[in-house]
């Protein structure tokens, strides 16, 4: 028989929910939270479709399961060997866009909640889910206006899991306890075009920027901690000139991009960087965008809950890690002490063929159900 979380993974694969769209997903999820006794509230921004479950069984804490219903584009559909919004088995797998990111993990959770809330050992404490439909897109009208009303209404969140396929090679042997700031900008150096024969009547802005350039690549910006690996920067584009062979360009565009460690902020970052610059005597101008700040949840309850019922359910030690690119959890970690991200193996995310082992998905939800146990102490 089709078990609980595969045919809840399976409607919502079903559902061709194309970021920003949900197509229907978190509709499907409030008529399984709902008789379970949840409040639920559908927050639309932007044409972004959000939902904030929540329930209250008592004095506790706070556990919150972050997720999102918006999947990324198919990519060429010629190329799948299914139709990716048609769950397929093939070969103990199944393939659909959204199994493993992260139709599977909110399926699980669903179930998770189901099977807790019907035993005797009632939990205590609160319960919520925050789902959008805007963590593959901008991320602008998704997750963090949540948590902005959240935060206005002085609601408190004490632990988050957020549902993302942190799994390498089996399920379990890698969560997030934290992910790099991300911080990009587009440096414009000003220089003065000219005939490239008479250099002496124009000023090179790539010959001035060349020292900087060099030591921009050379900075240790720092060491990295226990948990984060030294800060990178990093270009990722560079233009100057008109095209033509005869004519110093009179500007250069330079796009770099920070990751960066809790041990550096942006507005330290942003300081070291115009003070190499100003240091070279450049004409210049900066323009910054900060998509995350770096958050850090260190070794806790959390952690050791997840941990905990990963070891008993499938065996596996579990390395915590904050490597990857950025997720919602850093809208998340401003109105939660403890932010923890977990799912199913990523190897096939955002690819054609996306998906998810069939084994796993009872061993997922399983854990999902033992972390809540311990953190709400219902066993």
Not at 26 to 39: V, Y
Request: glycine residues 10%.
């Amino acid at each position: 028989m089709t078990s609980s979380v595969r045919a809840l993974t399976e409607a919502l694969i079903r559902r061709a929910s194309v970021t920003p769209e949900d197509a229907g997903c978190q509709q499907l999820l409030i008529e399984r939270l709902r008789p379970l006794g949840f409040h639920c509230e559908t927050i639309a921004s932007g044409g972004v479709t959000n939902l904030w479950a929540s329930l209250r069984t008592g004095p506790g804490p706070m556990v919150v399961f972050a997720g999102h219903t918006d999947v990324v584009p198919t990519g060429p559909l010629e190329q799948w060997h299914s139709d990716p919004f048609v769950p397929t088995e093939r070969d103990g797998k199944l393939y659909g866009r959204g199994a493993a990111d992260m139709k599977s993990s909110i399926a699980a959770f669903v179930v998770a909640l189901e099977e807790l809330l019907s035993s005797e050992n009632r939990p205590r404490g609160g319960i919520g889910m925050l789902i959008t439909s805007d963590e593959e897109g901008p991320a602008t009208d998704g997750t963090i206006t949540v948590v902005n009303k959240l935060r206005d209404t002085g609601e408190r969140l004490d632990y988050c899991i957020v549902g993302e396929p942190t799994s390498v090679n089996r399920l379990g042997d890698m969560i997030k306890n934290g992910r790099r700031g991300s911080m990009s900008a587009r440096l414009t150096v000003r220089g003065l075009q000219g005939h490239i024969a008479y250099p002496h009547m124009a000023r090179n802005p790539v010959h001035l920027f060349a020292p900087a350039l060099a030591e921009l690549v050379n900075t240790e910006w720092d060491r990295g901690n226990e948990y984060f690996p030294p800060t990178t920067w990093q270009i990722s584009n560079v233009r100057a000139g008109t095209g033509a062979t005869n004519i110093i360009p009179g500007e250069l565009f330079v796009d770099f991009n920070f990751r960066f460690s809790t041990e550096n902020t942006v507005e330290t970052l942003q300081a070291r960087v115009r003070e190499i610059l100003d240091r070279h005597s450049l004409d210049y101008a900066l323009d910054w965008s900060v998509s995350g700040h770096p958050f850090l949840t260190p070794r806790g309850e959390l952690s050791d809950a997840l941990c905990g019922a990963i070891a008993q359910e499938v065996g596996v030690p579990t390395e915590l890690s904050t490597t990857g690119g950025t997720s919602d959890g850093r809208f998340i970690a401003s109105i939660c002490p403890q932010v923890i991200e977990f799912g199913p193996p990523n190897a096939s995310i955002h690819k054609i063929d996306e998906h998810i082992e069939i084994a796993a998905l009872e061993p997922l939800k399983n854990i999902y159900r033992r972390t809540l146990e311990t953190l709400l102490g219902a066993r």
